[in-house]
């Protein structure tokens, strides 16, 4: 298991062989003769243009298939944060390519998940000195809006001698392929003339075959020990409306054709994917040669290079188990905050700073690891200490009740304003953190909340027969001599401190009341704050004004580190404790949160309103984001 590298701050960056890469090729000028005439297109076009301002492009190019997970996070990261460090260009684009499976929900999910990770692809172009127009759409790119060029080029292959129609049987083409020990067979149909490919090919395009009866493949070698490189399929037949081209085209180019030729239509210099696709370069490099053969295009061809997935613990990132999971209600949605999807993570309640944090800590290598799902939880908690205000919530709550309240302030129903810092940090900086008798001058961001004869109390903070070591509540014991010892003596935080005398049952035996007395004169803040010693301070919510709210208890959503490895059943792994829904109290101010604002609970951790059905005031909803420390497993 890796650990994660030093933090990088903005004006130190730690290398890594893609940042040796780039910096190599900007100092040879590998890429200085390129031109750009303001949006993608081939050879010809380009050249009408002028140098172009970016000094490198790279690409983020989801297919619309699915919602992005975190490894997608992790891409996003590394193609637009290169591009920005290297004064360069990251285009968006979606790989259109298979219409069966895309959808425009999926396309917005994308364009929505790139823009809340800091990322606009038109601000990057306008931000090396050039309009938008000029240098980066404003609008995303599209494979499919180069369709007609890629035909164009299958056109090209054909009749150059590097492409045929193959229609032998699907069954067949498999066998034929061979596998890692056994060469492929040449297809029947490998013979074929130019004239009599181009007319099949023709005939593809126009609808005269069926689906599955004939594929364009590449001419390359059936003998090549590179299953990759034996004549792949680069066009089939598919009947299906395509949700940008409608049904424009019954025939569309395969993935592996299309990603490069969209590449250097849009002048990248640098195609950055994860490690599964090494295997495919070698077919990448072969279809730049030839299609500069062609003329369509200009050398320098664009380049690959790969690097690690990401692998965390406890997670899975496969769009196929993530659909079966929403689709068998596992969870309750891509959005669900148990889930790896970015819209997951963003409703769970993570930062943008914080998963570009982790994607910059866990740095860029050439071979697979395992990220522990704590460096993620980690970089968190480093983003929101300092930004997340504190607020006291009682998650398992029981009444605490000051028996001499009345005595104390002359009436049941006298209430009192306690005040505590949003930022404790801050608070210490303006020496306002109440530990020398004085609290100061309130200022915006002081929380405000009131004590009363009623209080909420969290029911692990009273044991009536405490455990050794215990320190919080309980009440008076008779010693063995027969003398009493006074109950536990503690502070209700920001408040006073009190004295444990006792507790009430119901007739099951069960705790519903905890007894205590005040001690006037001790409250935070003031000079007799100091006077009598407590043992603990505990958090509380004033039966006064605070606010029951449904809290979300979200934990991992499974229980084993690697959930599908060696082919187990990722379903056998789910964690039953992934959520725990709980009714709580919580202070004013917590009532008061706009949705996604995020919170530290005092002692318990962060927490954020939940995006989709916190209602400020009206129906509070929050949901635990992680603890204060790592203590899963322990």
Not at 73 to 88: D, M, P, R, T, V
Not at 527 to 554: F, H, N
């Amino acid at each position: 298991m890796t650990s994660p590298t030093p933090d990088n701050s903005a004006d130190h960056k730690v290398s890594n062989f893609l940042r040796q890469i780039i910096d190599k090729d900007i100092e040879q000028g590998t890429y200085a003769s390129r031109r750009w005439a303001g949006s993608p297109g081939d050879a010809a076009h380009h050249a009408a243009g002028q140098p172009d301002p970016a000094k490198i492009r790279t690409r983020f190019p989801p297919e619309p298939n699915g919602y992005l997970h975190v490894g997608h996070a992790k891409s996003i990261c590394i193609n637009f944060g290169l591009a920005q460090e290297y004064g360069g260009v990251c285009h968006l684009r979606f790989d259109d390519t298979n219409p069966e499976k895309e959808d425009t929900e999926y396309v917005n999910s994308i364009i929505d998940a790139v823009k809340w990770l800091g990322f606009d692809w038109a601000q990057m172009g306008q931000a090396q000195g050039a309009a938008a127009s000029e240098d980066c759409s404003a609008a995303p790119y599209q494979a499919s809006d180069y369709f007609d060029f890629m035909y164009r080029a299958a056109e090209a292959l054909i009749q150059a001698g590097h492409a045929y129609v193959d229609e032998q049987s699907a069954e067949d083409m498999r066998a034929n392929r061979g596998d890692f020990g056994k060469p492929g067979v040449d297809s029947p149909f490998r013979t074929r003339t130019v004239e009599q490919n181009l007319t099949r090919f023709r005939e593809m395009r126009d609808g005269k075959l069926a689906d599955g009866a004939a594929v364009l493949r590449a001419k390359i070698s059936m003998q090549s020990p590179n299953i990759n490189l034996r004549d792949p399929a680069i066009y089939r037949i598919r009947r299906a409306t395509h949700h940008h081209t409608g049904d424009t085209w019954c025939i569309y180019p395969m993935y592996t054709y299309a990603h490069p030729i969209e590449d250097a239509l849009e002048q990248i210099t640098h195609s950055l994917c994860t490690l599964e696709f090494e295997d495919q370069r070698p077919f990448y490099d072969w279809l730049m040669e030839r299609l500069c053969e062609c003329q369509l295009l200009a050398a320098p061809s664009p380049k690959q290079y790969e690097f690690a997935r990401l692998n965390l613990t406890y997670v899975i990132t496969s769009k196929r188990k993530l659909a079966q999971l929403v689709n068998e209600g596992k969870v309750s949605g891509w959005d669900d905050p148990r889930m790896p999807t970015i819209v997951g993570l963003r409703r769970r309640g993570y930062t943008p700073t914080s998963l570009r944090l982790f994607a910059d800590r866990i740095g860029v290598t050439k071979s697979d690891s395992w990220i522990d799902y704590s460096t993620l939880e980690g970089c968190l908690r480093e983003d929101l200490e300092n930004k997340a205000h504190r607020g006291m919530a009682v998650l398992d709550p029981v009444k605490l009740v000051l028996t001499n309240w009345a005595e104390a302030f002359g009436s049941d129903a006298y209430t009192e304003d306690c005040t505590q810092p949003a930022l404790p940090h801050s608070a210490i900086a303006e020496g306002k953190d109440g530990k020398d008798g004085t609290e100061g001058a309130m200022t915006p961001s002081d929380r405000v909340f009131k004590i009363g004869k009623e209080v909420w109390i969290e029911r692990e903070d009273f044991e009536e027969v405490p455990p050794k070591g215990y320190k919080r509540l309980s009440p008076p014991k008779v010693n063995p001599d027969g003398s009493t010892s006074p109950g536990a003596v503690v502070r209700l935080k920001g408040g006073y401190v009190i004295e444990c005398t006792g507790c009430a049952r119901d007739a099951a035996g069960h705790v519903t009341e905890v007894h205590a007395k005040v001690i006037p004169g001790t409250k935070s803040g003031t000079p007799g704050a100091d006077s009598v010693k407590a043992k603990a301070a505990i958090t509380w919510v004033g039966v006064a004004d605070g606010v029951q709210a449904e809290v979300r208890l979200y934990d991992r959503l499974f229980a084993d580190a690697h959930p599908d490895a060696g082919g187990k059943d990722f379903l056998q792994s789910l964690n039953p404790n992934s959520l725990k829904v709980v009714t709580a109290y919580v202070e004013p101010s917590l009532a008061q949160a706009q949705p996604d604002q995020k919170f530290q609970f005092e002692r318990f951790g962060y927490f954020v309103a939940d995006r989709a059905d916190h209602v400020a005031g009206a129906k509070p909803v929050f949901n635990r984001v992680t603890g204060l420390k790592d203590s899963w497993g322990k």
